[in-house]
């Protein structure tokens, strides 16, 4: 992630009167909250470090329109905060954080950490408390490294290669641009809680789990998208697994603390949903029982010392495990909030948000590999399956 500058994005749409010289603020004093934020990413010969930089100033807030999911180049804040006006008097708020030091999860704890700083602000009411001065936790992989030997290691990466080798996941038709674009077309699909109650309910009634359901509508989205055939069509899914509980790292630190688990499985056109979660649920029991997100983890630091292949055909990640929940003040609401991360190389991104109880899936399709046409049919191709997944839960 060092390497690549890859950001992880939240944003949403502010309506209410917005008092920006509190909101920027807010954004200068996630710094105190989060102390790797006074850190840079720094490159030395081929490898990156991350070095205190208390001499250089707290994260700001930019007012602007330009693109957020640009990657960060060595020496960078860590953090990009940008607002837009709106001519309907609405604000685009977006915070951007270097994905080295955060993941999904952490980012939602500096959104709300921003939200209740603002509101305090604004209200007059204390401050949230600042949690002790901490320094940057060790990289996930070092904390579970004591866990799995470097030996035990590289003979379970040879393992992945050979079956990588026999059993290679078809990819969709791209088109890479040059010079590469950064970024992602980004295209949301939002549930009502009447929707996200029935598609939790379908799951349970047949025997499976959201998570496994919402994997199968991906990939039944994704099969459409390839040649026409009526042949199953073997289609690999990279689904995020939080490692926190693993690596016992505390709920408030900034760190990433994620690994992904293979989901492979043929897929034919006349699968259904719910019949192809309950084989998918299988495979996250058994990768529940090799510990295979944590090994994925340590063998990261093997890998990405170079350009590496993406062996999977889309990516999934379910940030719905850790809702949005904000301090926000009365007369301040938000809308279509996303978040997303601009996908490492030529496959979709699916990432999956929760606000209250609604739910809504947004597809992160990169346009360094992608036009404007293919992911707009790719996204149209999702929302079908989700749709005929909902229709049938109400017979």
């Known amino acids: 992630m060092a390497r690549t500058g ?3 994005v939240l944003g949403a749409t ?3 009167p917005l008092d920006t010289d509190a909101l920027a603020r807010a954004v200068r004093r996630l710094s105190d909250y989060h102390p790797v934020l006074t850190h840079r990413i720094t490159r030395k010969g081929n490898r990156h ?3 205190p930089a208390a001499d250089q100033p707290p994260p700001r807030l930019r007012h602007t329109d330009e693109p957020s999911d640009t990657p960060f180049a060595p020496g960078d804040p860590l953090l990009r905060a940008t607002l837009t006006p709106h001519p309907d008097g609405t604000h685009r708020l977006v915070l951007a954080l270097h994905h080295a030091i955060s993941d999904g999860v952490s980012a939602l704890s500096v959104i709300s950490s921003l939200w209740r700083t603002y509101t305090a602000l604004v209200t007059g009411t204390p401050e949230p408390a600042r949690p002790p001065t901490e320094e940057p936790l060790p990289a996930t992989d070092d904390l579970l490294a004591r866990r799995h030997r470097p030996l035990a290691v590289a003979a379970w990466l040879a393992q992945q290669a050979v079956h990588m080798a026999l059993h290679r996941a078809a990819r969709l038709p791209n088109r890479p641009t040059s010079p590469p674009e950064p970024g992602a077309h980004l295209h949301t699909t939002e549930l ?3 929707q996200a109650h029935r598609l939790y309910r379908t799951a349970r009634e047949h025997g499976t789990t959201p998570n496994a359901l919402l ?4 990939l039944l989205a994704a099969r459409t998208r390839l040649a026409t055939s009526d042949r199953p069509a073997r289609l690999s899914l990279g689904v995020t697994i939080d490692l926190r509980r693993c690596a016992t790292i505390p709920a408030h630190h900034l760190v990433t603390a994620t690994s992904f688990v293979p989901i492979t499985t043929r897929v034919a056109p006349d699968h259904t949903p719910t019949a192809l979660a309950a084989s998918i649920d299988r495979q ?3 990768a529940r029982a090799t510990a295979h997100a944590e090994r994925q983890a340590v063998a990261l630091r093997y890998l990405l010392h ?6 999977y055909t889309m990516m999934l990640t ?3 495990t850790h809702p949005f929940r904000l301090t926000l003040p009365p007369d301040i609401h938000l809308t279509d909030t996303f978040g997303y991360a601009p996908p490492p190389g030529p496959l979709p991104a699916v990432f999956i948000t929760r606000v209250n109880r609604t739910l809504a899936l947004h597809l992160a399709t990169p346009r360094a590999w992608f036009t404007a046409d293919q992911a707009t049919r790719l996204a149209h191709a999702l929302t079908r399956q989700l749709t005929a997944v909902l229709a049938d839960s109400r017979r």
């Open 6 to 8: 890859t950001p992880v």
């Open 14 to 16: 502010v309506h209410g």
């Open 49 to 51: 470090h991350l070095t």
């Open 192 to 194: 009502t809680t009447t």
């Open 215 to 218: 994997c199968a509508i991906v």
């Open 284 to 286: 996250f029991t058994q």
């Open 306 to 311: 170079a350009p590496t292949p993406i062996p």
């Open 318 to 320: 379910n940030m719905a």
